[in-house]
Nanobody, 123 residues
């Protein structure tokens, strides 16, 4: 049974940083690309970043390029998202997704995602 458990969300001031983690189980983590998507208040799901199965290739949505870094530790079955220079527009629930290396390959209806972790950027 696939399980993805996100953690690390918090209230942070603009300009601050957070690191999100996603603990994966129930499948061969090292065999799959992984990604992060988010849902801001009142909006739909948005793909944020994806990483290949080995952690060598990364993709980012334009608004987070240069600020966010996706990474993974296949020995620990864990996915990460380092978020720097956060802005109020980054406020959202962030979800870890099995699959979705690129926005074009992410299937919002069928790609499994966790329960999410809340990130709030505010003074």
């Amino acid at each position: 049974q696939v399980q993805l458990v996100e953690s690390g969300g918090a209230l942070v001031q603009p300009g601050g940083s957070l690191r999100l983690s996603c603990a994966a189980s129930g499948f061969v983590f090292s065999g799959y690309a992984m990604s992060w998507v988010r849902q801001a208040p009142g909006k739909g799901l948005e793909w944020v970043s994806g990483i290949d199965s080995r952690g060598n290739l990364r993709n980012y949505e334009d608004s987070v390029k240069g600020r966010f870094t996706i990474s993974r530790d296949n020995a620990r079955n864990t996915l990460y998202l380092q978020m720097n220079r956060l802005t109020p527009e980054d406020t959202a629930v962030y979800y870890c997704v099995k699959g979705g290396f690129r926005s074009s390959t992410w299937n919002r209806d069928t790609d499994y995602r966790g329960q999410g972790t809340q990130v709030t950027v505010s003074l």
